[in-house]
T-cell receptor, first 114, second 114 residues
């Protein structure tokens, strides 16, 4: 089944404790992206990657890191989480063989930083 | 700066009625306007999309109306059903093989009541 998977789905952590949220897709998509969803703000892009070893900042990159060592994986790293990073996070992927590509979203990771 | 403004924030419609969600954008470079549907506990999924060379696109009970001069577009759900209850996000992007970034609206929580 073609899909985007994220782990963990739920995470409660404390301020300053480094964490990684994994994202993997099995559709051979070049493009991958991380969004955070907050009430009243919609979805905002954190980082994106257009291919292996190519990453760039989105609208709200502060406090986050990413890496793209393999085409299928795009982990999101919070080196020193803070309470304002409590949010619902989504990974998405799409093909880049043409414009106007549908983005496929993972199921989400709900993060709480105490 | 909110580049895509969405209204209303929440909407309650009786079964069989018409649900209408509106969006307005500012960036005239946007040339792709998708709507995403999100059910509780799930990631957003593409529902329907339009490009500005047409004024309307219909897929089943779902229709996008697009007004390029007013920089507005809307989603109409005809014969609304309880299964349509979800959060709907309008979005916009620039299809230039660059960052396939979707700029999202803030979302509309739609509830269809019997």
């Amino acid at each position: 089944e073609a899909q985007v998977t994220q782990n963990p789905r739920y995470l409660i952590t404390v301020t300053g404790k480094k964490l990684t949220v994994t994202c993997s897709q099995n559709m051979n998509h070049e493009y991958m992206s991380w969004y955070r969803q907050d009430p009243g703000l919609g979805l905002r892009q954190i980082y994106y990657s257009m291919n292996v070893e190519v990453t760039d900042k989105g609208d709200v990159p502060e406090g986050y890191k990413v890496s793209r060592k393999e085409k299928r994986n795009f982990p999101l790293i919070l080196e020193s989480p803070s309470p304002n990073q409590t949010s619902l996070y989504f990974c998405a992927s799409s093909l880049r063989t043409r414009s106007y590509n549908e983005q496929f979203f993972g199921p989400g990771t709900r993060l709480t930083v105490l | 700066q909110q580049q895509v403004k969405q209204s209303p924030q929440s909407l309650i419609v009786q079964k069989g009625g018409i649900s209408i969600i509106n969006c307005a954008y500012e960036n005239t470079a946007f040339d792709y306007f998708p709507w995403y549907q999100q059910f509780p506990g799930k990631g957003p999924a593409l529902l329907i999309a339009i490009r500005p060379d047409v004024s309307e696109k219909k897929e089943g009970r779902f229709t996008i109306s697009f007004n390029k001069s007013a920089k507005q577009f809307s989603l109409h759900i005809m014969d609304s059903q309880p299964g349509d209850s979800a959060t709907y996000f309008c979005a916009a992007s620039i299809g230039n093989f660059g960052n396939e970034k979707l700029t999202f609206g803030t979302g509309t929580r739609l509830t269809i009541i019997p």
